[in-house]
């Protein structure tokens, strides 16, 4: 069984969750992690316990069997500080790069074990992984235009 796809999910899951920690620690004030600016919703603490929780659940529980419970509510209510953030961000980096390297190919052309967002049932795994990259991806351009725009360089 070939896991070739799974190394190369790996290498990009934990390249971006990488950018997230940095985005996270480029911030001069911790407080500024929390304010939201114009019009997001979000601040960019906020956005990153999301991530974190969204790939723990998606990839840890249901790909890993980590055992994490998802408490997504908490995601967009709850406030950490930088540095339990950060520790979140780094453990959610080793488990993509020991999850995602095993799963094999075939595994990846399967319907997603999981349940996905209900416009996605049926999804197969491999599909489901890059849209979760995608995800990963598009937040992180919220908080990298958020930091940004306080600098005053956006």
């Known amino acids: 069984m070939t896991h070739r796809l799974g190394e190369d999910l790996s290498e990009l899951f934990v390249r971006e969750i990488t950018r997230l920690a940095a985005e996270v620690s480029a911030y001069p004030d911790e407080e500024q992690l929390w ?28 790909l890993g069997s980590t055992g994490y419970i998802r408490d997504r509510d908490a995601e967009f209510t709850e406030r950490v500080s930088r540095d339990e953030l950060l520790r979140r961000i780094a453990l959610c980096r080793s488990m993509l790069g ?41 937040h992180l351009g919220h908080i990298y235009y958020h930091r940004l725009s306080l600098e005053g360089t956006a």
Request: charged fraction near 15%; charge should be negative; hydrophobic fraction near 40%.
């Open 35 to 62: 304010m939201c600016i114009g019009g997001q919703k979000n601040s960019p603490g906020t956005l990153a316990l999301h991530l974190v929780g969204n790939l723990d659940a998606y990839i840890g529980n249901v």
């Open 98 to 138: 020991e999850v995602l390297p095993q799963i094999s190919d075939d595994a990846m052309q399967e319907e997603f074990p999981g349940t996905p967002p209900t416009r996605m049932t049926g999804i197969r795994t491999h599909p489901f992984l890059m849209h979760l990259l995608w995800h990963l991806g598009w």
